[in-house]
């Protein structure tokens, strides 16, 4: 995980030392030394998927750190970025209502699946709603994932209304005093208009706490545009990072937070269903840098 990124982040370090030879600061750097390293640097950090935005403030760091503090100045950018806003979406409010949105195949159901067997593992209840009632065998899907974790599902029939879904969901949680009801959403290109108006509709009837949204960190740049335009239509709180035990470049990360200045709030690695872990910006940063 993250190799490429950390092989970046070693190069920008060499390269630096290299060039800054005894000056205090970096900008100070001779003019055409300084403009060939920042589009050297500039290279490498786009290489790894990492926003344009992102980029510039990265290297204004760099330009304003020495070649001595340059990793120090660097992990405290990054942790900036990537520090903002930490929610706690498993605190109780009973029910707690959390609704998973995304692009197809970003991970959302088998991620509804991990966060139930966190929610078991916390002794809590909770009951799953499959309010994807489009894409072929997503119903069936979810009903052997809450067979394989003994957890209740909702469905209705395939091109039921979704909203319709959550609704009982939650008026089972409320009668069977449930802690918790997790909402799958059919995946949508964030550019069709009906679909996101699905989603809007779903979260006006239901009024979910968190509205989660699942992004695929192999998509790279994508996943950019997938949390803005979200964001701008439904409204996002936080962020799940899925596949990433695949993801080699690791910026997908760094610029979702940034772009979207949303938390991160889990990682997702493998299917297991414990294979969910509780983002966490140092112990990133220390891989990295």
């Keep these: 995980m993250f190799r490429k990124l950390k092989n970046t982040f070693s190069k920008i370090s060499a390269k630096v030392k290299q060039e800054a030879g005894k000056v205090n600061v970096i900008k100070k750097i001779e003019g055409s030394k300084l403009k060939k390293l920042s589009n050297d640097l500039?290279?490498?950090l786009l290489s790894n998927n990492i926003a344009y935005g992102v980029v510039n403030e990265i290297l204004d760091a760099v330009k304003n750190s020495s070649a001595k503090n340059l990793k120090v100045d660097l992990k405290n950018k990054l942790k900036e970025i990537l520090s903002s806003n930490k929610i706690n979406i498993l605190e109780e409010k009973n029910p707690t209502i959390i609704m998973l949105i995304g692009v197809n195949g970003a991970g959302k159901t088998t991620t509804l699946a991990k966060l139930a067997?966190?929610?078991?593992?916390n002794k809590k209840k909770c009951v799953m709603a499959a309010g994807d009632t489009f894409r072929a065998a997503a119903i069936e899907q979810l009903e052997q994932?809450?067979?394989?974790?003994?957890?209740?599902?909702?469905?209705?029939n395939y091109g039921s209304d979704s909203a319709a879904v959550a609704f009982d969901a939650v008026e089972h949680a409320k009668s069977k005093n449930l802690d918790y009801v997790l909402i799958d959403t059919a995946g949508r290109n964030h550019a069709n208009e009906d679909l996101m108006r699905e989603l809007e509709k779903v979260k006006r009837v239901v009024k979910p706490h968190y509205t989660i949204l699942v992004v695929d960190s192999l998509t790279g740049n994508d996943a950019v545009d997938q949390a803005k335009l979200f964001g701008k239509k439904i409204g996002v709180d936080g962020v799940i990072l899925t596949k990433t035990d695949a993801d080699e470049r690791g910026g997908a990360i760094i610029s979702v937070a940034h772009e979207s200045g949303k938390p991160i709030l889990?990682?997702?690695?493998?299917?297991?269903?414990d294979d969910l872990e509780e983002f966490d910006a140092d112990k990133i940063l220390n891989q990295i840098i």
């Design 42 to 44: 500039e290279d490498e």
């Design 117 to 121: 067997q966190k929610i078991k593992k």
């Design 145 to 156: 994932h809450g067979k394989n974790l003994d957890v209740k599902i909702i469905s209705h």
């Design 266 to 273: 889990f990682l997702g690695s493998g299917q297991g269903y």
